[in-house]
């Protein structure tokens, strides 16, 4: 399957016996970080009324914080369990809960009664699912979960899955029905505003009605300004709203920019993008962590904005990361991950392409629990291996967010289920690079497999936060660096040579397979 590239988007009280008043919680996490405009053009007024919109706080009435039963699960039990395989939860334990036990299921239980609240926020890394008195409840929106029957008083399980290096219940947050109604509703209107100035900052010279529709609409904040907005911008004929072609086949020597874990760093990414579009590159890959929650479309419309200088410049391949899973744990089905990125918002998440002689295969480990590749996807994996396209192919690239080999997030040290497939076909299906995210950081490797040799690449650097200065004892990778950064690959028949470029436009590392 070829993958289309990204093209625009556009999202989205209580009597509880031992509650206690709720620390803050990010719900709405999309960060006011947008584009540079000059400072005496109309979109820099559109942003500065932007910025005094209040972005929506959720109203909680308490926090369900202590007397937890906890008992480890077991990764054999997958992704769809029931309560009778549930353990014993033989633990108390008070939250935030969090230990370091990665790609492992966490159970939580107790009592409540739940009083005039109609449902519950629940914060857990990386996902979890709700059993209200063991009857399963659906997401309403993200990490919110509605009580089917109200007001509740009975057993409430929290059923956490863990893709992470620490995960544990972060918070349980009770609401009641109008508070809830009130916060989506105002989050509904921000993201239509949104959507409206991400449209309207893509015209050149906007006319005196587009000006004036996008300023009421900021302005008044109403569902009918909005909407009134929204017919004065012809998104039709914006370009990012166009479908991008996949990039022409033309000589064997082309370059291409690599990326990954944007995650909500909007400034960071955007002023990284700014220096990527203006090179004469093929195409640009994102290693997966695109937005900090993948339900969120709040999210996804920053990504989308901070793209935009990239995304009119060259194709952009998304690859998909945990993070961009998080509020999908009902299913592990990437809604908006695969809206954003495929024409018909279908599809699996893996898919390959080639250009000029090289071959390009993106995996996800991400849409299985615990990590690694399902039946479908490992037959997909070997079946485009054993292709002429990738067997002909001048050089092999293998692209996913998780990395097998990391040093710089201190605890972790990459991934066994990709280490384990790439050892086992490094050398018979000649690997020849991987590209990965995940650990926030700058990491290269080299390794030979019989008569094979392999390189590695973490290129994690690209907005979110970075790691800290400590790095895990092994593997001792060949180089480390800890800045934002992204990577260029110049690739020819006879070798592929990376720049990595930092934030300030220096570079920070050069390597060559000669």
């Known amino acids: 399957m070829t993958t289309r590239v990204l093209g625009c988007i556009g999202l989205f009280v209580c009597g509880l016996a031992g509650c206690q008043r709720p620390p803050a919680v990010p719900v709405w996490s999309e960060a006011d970080e947008l584009p540079l405009v000059p400072a005496d053009s109309a979109h820099a007024d559109w942003l500065r009324l932007w910025r005094a919109w209040p972005a929506p706080e959720p109203s909680f009435t308490g926090a369900l914080t202590e007397g937890w039963r906890y008992a480890t699960g077991d990764p054999a039990e997958g992704l769809q369990v029931g309560l009778d395989r549930r353990p014993a939860l033989d633990?108390?334990?008070?939250?935030?809960?969090?230990?370091?036990?990665?790609?492992?299921?966490?159970?939580?239980?107790?009592?409540?009664?739940?009083?005039?609240?109609t449902g519950l926020h629940i914060n857990a890394d990386d996902g979890a699912q709700v059993f209200q008195d063991g009857r399963r409840l659906e997401p309403v929106m993200g990490e919110y979960f509605l009580f089917d029957t109200s007001p509740f008083a009975g057993l409430l399980t929290v059923w956490v899955l863990n893709n992470a290096l620490n995960g544990g219940l972060r918070g349980v947050y009770p609401f009641a029905g109008e508070a809830f109604e009130a916060y989506s509703d105002e989050t509904a209107r921000r993201v239509d505003a949104r959507g409206l100035l991400f449209d309207a900052i893509q015209l050149a010279d906007p006319t005196p009605a587009q000006q004036n529709a996008v300023v009421r609409a900021l302005t008044e904040r109403s569902r009918e300004a909005l909407f009134a907005g929204r017919r004065e911008i012809p998104t039709a004929?914006?370009?990012?709203?166009?479908?991008?072609a996949t990039p022409p086949e033309v000589d064997s020597i082309f370059s291409f920019s690599a990326w990954g874990d944007s995650q909500g760093g909007w400034a960071v990414f955007q002023a990284l993008a700014n220096q990527m579009a203006v090179r004469p590159d093929a195409f640009s890959i994102g290693l997966g962590d695109l937005v900090s929650n993948g339900a969120e479309e709040g999210g996804w419309l920053s990504f989308a904005m901070a793209l935009q200088p990239l995304l009119r410049a060259m194709p952009v391949y998304?690859?998909?990361?945990?993070?961009?899973?998080?509020?999908?744990?009902?299913?592990?089905?990437?809604?908006?991950?695969?809206?954003?990125?495929?024409e018909d918002g279908r599809g699996p998440p893996y898919f390959s392409w080639s250009h000029a002689g090289a071959f390009f295969m993106a995996v996800d480990p991400n849409n299985t629990f615990p990590l690694g590749?399902?039946?479908?996807?490992?037959?997909?994996?070997d079946a485009t291996m054993a292709s002429d396209a990738w067997r002909e192919a001048n050089w092999r690239f293998v692209l996913l967010h998780q990395a097998p080999y990391s040093q710089g997030w201190q605890g972790y040290h990459g991934d066994t289920f990709i280490r384990d497939l790439v050892e086992a076909r490094a050398e018979s299906h000649r690997i020849d690079v991987v590209l990965t995210g995940h650990s926030h950081n700058y990491e290269r490797l080299s390794k030979t497999y019989g008569n094979q040799k392999t390189h590695f690449f973490v290129l994690g650097g690209a907005g979110g936060g970075l790691e800290p200065p400590e790095s895990s004892d092994y593997p001792v990778m060949d180089r480390v660096i800890k800045q934002h950064h992204f990577a260029v690959f110049s690739v020819t028949p006879g070798g592929v040579e990376v720049e990595v470029i930092g934030l300030d436009g220096a570079e920070l590392d050069r390597w060559t397979s000669h």
């Open 91 to 117: 633990d108390v334990v008070n939250l935030p809960h969090r230990i370091p036990i990665p790609d492992t299921p966490m159970w939580y239980e107790r009592e409540v009664d739940a009083g005039v609240a």
């Open 237 to 244: 004929l914006l370009a990012p709203h166009l479908p991008l």
């Open 318 to 342: 998304a690859v998909a990361g945990n993070h961009d899973y998080d509020g999908l744990y009902n299913d592990l089905v990437p809604r908006l991950y695969l809206q954003h990125t495929r």
């Open 373 to 381: 590749f399902d039946a479908a996807q490992l037959a997909w994996i």
